[in-house]
């Protein structure tokens, strides 16, 4: 009986295998994801799912502010309307100008708590239509963050679901758990200062150096599409004030097998 | 040719009645005067079988149990008779206004649209009701008897040409609206139907009543013919609603708005426009000052009053009457007028309705109208300042921007510049501190050394500047000040972390100013 079930199975596959890929396999849900447009990012995450939670977790002045505005230019650029929950009304508009964020497609809500924050967000979601949703909790104190109910992270994931929406959360310490499907933690690493100096001795002429931008430290912390594989370094450009100097970025992973690779950019 | 008049029964009742449609099958009464003396201006067929007549005390009427008496609204009939003509326009180009209570359409051209006339009268019928009345509609060849037969047969009647006199006949002669005077000369002589009338010899008619007789035996027979008198279409969409008693509540006030809406968008459907905005406006009784006093009656020659304006500008033309109620809830909820309110006047700003062809490979973008009822309720939670789009200034003053309104965007038709945003590398980002701290600096040669703000201290290990700026030395806000950036080790001041501690220091780089001006440190934000 087993034999001619199996025999009429493959049959059966063999019939439809022009027509349909895989008759008795599960389908497997393509998630469509959308670039950070800084490619180390993309190469370690494969893009910002859409109709799912990303959480970047990081401390002070780890990055997080600049992959949120390499996302907002990038959707954007492709014509999205974008909406920004600022938890502390931090958001600079000349960093996002520079970042070439269309400020006209982006939604600034500017908040003072973090219940403003949690209801704005559920409105957003409600409203529908954006591309990318952002909840910038990153500034506020972590131990009110820690307090949000799980089902409140979970209600925000199901709110997206089968849309195409990106809700990104930002934050200092990771609290969406498992209702993220993609999480990102950044770590800060010593800034550049130019002239460039290995030394971290306090300069006596503080006049003739520049602040040269920063090392973003990324690791992939969770991932629905792949596994956690570990970190890759990559390092911030130019400052926002500044002019704009031949720069250099660096691309180094944590393997120690790896070799090094340096690509010049002006 | 042929004309369709539209007759409204009873006019000054039905235009009460229109925004209260619940007494529309109850005995009503009007009153009309000052009191003690307001008196009895028009009564529908229910009151008049109870035994109220016109003429009758506002006291004498009450003595009846099941009546409901309203004060006559020059305003409603203002508004009922702008809904009869954009009933007429929305058929026809041709109307005249014949009175405050009829028009006439010219329905030539109308057959391939509408159908047979018998069609469009049932039709314009139909479309009465959706605005609030109930009509009178009669179709024929000669504009004069398509008006008398209005005002004389109920419902809708179709005369067909030749058959004007024979139709006439059984109407009284108060359908033409006579003087007083002929009117007691026609009951003395027995004249009291458009036969009789018709019978009698034109030229003894002339003698006894002049021009006007001859007219009226005109009228009786169907013969007389004159041309429609066009009246210029206007674009004018206002309700309004005299309130007997103050509204304080938020609750009834919107069941109210609502019900002004639904009237106001269903003339905007007749015309085909849209609102583009709408302009809302409350007179307020400040001589209800506490609870226990009985409010002032409207009219009141002494009553003060003072007037709560709103306008709400719409981001694309609509017309869905529930969606426009949210938004105005949502509006007087963030800021409701502190008095009691006795006359409502809403108005719609007309706009061609919006029209979008959507793509199939092009972005998404937020409908319209939830995006505007989005905002709103965001404008309610956070501020209507704190809402909206930044745009920078043209300005060298740090942090110069100011919020704009946030528009769905436009151009998502053009094809999105994708390749530039690739080619473009990441920039360090800068958080600003609203409204800066204030700060604590150690310096040491000149140069920051320690620093500490809120809750925090640290040893700045590596700083660049001081940059000056400054700008609009001519104002009051001027501005003066010395930048830094700094990278500081922090510590929470809160713990004290021994000298053997494997944590590491809190790490950060930050903008940190000296204000000439204020003669004090701050924190202007920090990178991330």
């Given amino acids: 009986m087993a034999g001619k079930v199996a025999a009429l199975r493959s049959q059966l596959e063999t019939a439809l295998a022009g027509r349909v890929p895989a008759p008795f396999a599960p389908c497997r849900v393509q998630i469509e994801t959308v670039p950070f447009n800084i490619p180390e990012i993309d190469q370690l995450t494969s893009g910002l799912p859409r109709g799912g939670l990303t959480e970047i977790s990081g401390t002070l002045s780890s990055g997080r502010a600049a992959l949120l505005l390499s996302a907002f230019a990038s959707q954007t650029a492709r014509g999205h309307a974008c909406a920004l929950v600022d938890g502390r009304d931090t958001f600079d508009p000349y960093s996002a100008a520079a970042a070439n964020v269309n400020l006209e497609r982006l939604l600034w809500v500017r908040c003072r708590n973090l219940d403003q924050c949690l209801q704005a967000t559920d409105l957003l979601l409600q409203g529908g239509g954006f591309g990318l949703i952002a909840l910038d909790l990153s500034v506020l104190p972590p131990k009110t963050v820690r307090y949000v109910p799980l089902n409140v992270w979970f209600r925000f994931r199901r709110a997206v679901e089968n849309t195409s929406t990106i809700l990104l959360l930002l934050d200092q310490e990771s609290n969406a758990g498992t209702c993220a499907s993609l999480a990102l933690r950044l770590g800060f690493a010593p800034s550049r200062w130019a002239p460039q100096t290995q030394q971290m001795s306090f300069p006596r002429n503080s006049c003739a150096c520049l602040f040269d931008g920063s090392q973003i430290q990324v690791e992939l912390a969770r991932s629905r599409q792949k596994s956690s594989s570990g970190g890759h370094k990559i390092q911030s450009l130019e400052r926002v004030n500044g002019t704009s100097p031949a720069t250099h970025f660096r691309t180094k992973p944590n393997w120690s097998d790896c070799s090094e690779r340096v690509i010049k950019t002006k | ?528």
């Fill in chain 2, 1 to 528: 040719m042929a004309f369709a008049s539209i007759y409204v029964p009873d006019f000054s009742i039905q235009a009460v009645v229109r925004n209260e449609p619940s007494l529309r099958h109850q005995p009503i009464a009007l009153v009309e005067g000052s009191p003690p003396l307001e008196k009895v201006t028009a009564v529908n067929q229910a009151a008049r079988q109870l035994g109220l007549s016109l003429g009758m005390t506002k006291s004498q009427a009450r003595q009846f149990i099941s009546i409901a008496i309203r004060p006559r609204s020059c305003a409603q009939e203002q508004a009922a008779h702008a809904a009869l003509l954009d009933l007429g326009w929305s058929m026809s180009p041709r109307v005249e206004d014949t009175a405050a209570d009829s028009i006439v359409l010219d329905l030539t051209g109308l057959a391939s649209l509408f159908g047979s006339e018998e069609t469009i009268a049932h039709l314009l019928a139909q479309r009465a009701c959706g605005l609030g009345l109930i009509v009178h509609v009669a179709v024929s060849s000669n504009l004069e008897v398509a008006m008398h037969a209005a005002r004389g047969f109920p419902g809708v009647t179709v005369i067909q040409p030749g058959e004007e006199s024979t139709r006439l006949a059984p109407l009284p002669i108060q359908v033409f609206s006579p003087s007083a005077e002929i009117d007691e000369t026609f009951e003395r002589w027995g004249v009291r139907t458009c036969k009789t009338l018709a019978k009698l010899p034109l030229l003894d008619l002339s003698e006894r009543l002049g021009q006007q007789g001859i007219q009226l035996h005109q009228w009786a027979k169907g013969a007389s013919v004159r041309s429609l008198i066009l009246a210029e279409p206007e674009l004018r969409f206002e309700e309004e609603m005299a309130l007997e008693y103050a509204v304080e509540e938020l609750e009834p006030l919107s069941f109210l708005l609502g019900r002004l809406l639904d009237q106001l968008c269903a003339r905007l459907s007749a015309r085909c426009v849209s609102a583009s905005a709408i302009r809302l406006r409350f007179a307020l009784d400040h001589s209800y000052e506490n609870e226990s006093s009985l409010p002032l009656p409207n009219g009141h020659s002494d009553e003060k009053r003072s007037y709560y304006k709103k306008l709400l500008t719409l981001p694309v033309p609509m017309r869905d009457s529930k969606m426009l109620l949210r938004l105005l809830r949502l509006h007087l909820q963030s800021d409701p007028p502190r008095v009691p309110i006795v006359h409502i006047f809403l108005a719609a700003d007309p706009a061609a309705p919006r029209v979008r062809q959507e793509g199939l490979f092009l972005p998404s973008a937020p409908d319209p109208e939830k995006l505007e009822l989005t905002i709103a309720r965001l404008s309610n939670l956070v501020g209507e300042s704190n809402v909206g789009s930044p745009r920078l200034m043209d300005s060298h003053r740090p942090d110069a921007f100011e919020m704009t309104r946030f528009l769905p965007p436009q151009n998502a038709l053009q094809a999105p510049a994708i390749g530039a945003s690739r080619d473009r590398m990441p920039v360090a980002a800068f958080r600003v501190f609203r409204p800066a701290p204030r700060a604590k600096v150690t310096l040491r040669e000149g140069l920051p050394s320690h620093i500490s703000f809120a809750d925090l201290y640290g040893k700045v290990v590596a700083a660049s500047g001081p940059w000056r700026t400054s700008g609009e030395w001519w104002r009051e806000d001027a501005w003066h000040r010395e930048e830094w950036d700094i990278e500081i080790h922090r510590h929470s001041a809160s713990s004290a972390q021994p000298a053997n501690s494997s944590l590491e220091p809190k790490k950060g780089v930050y903008r940190i100013f000296y204000d000439a001006m204020r003669q004090a440190w701050f924190v202007a934000g920090m990178y991330d």
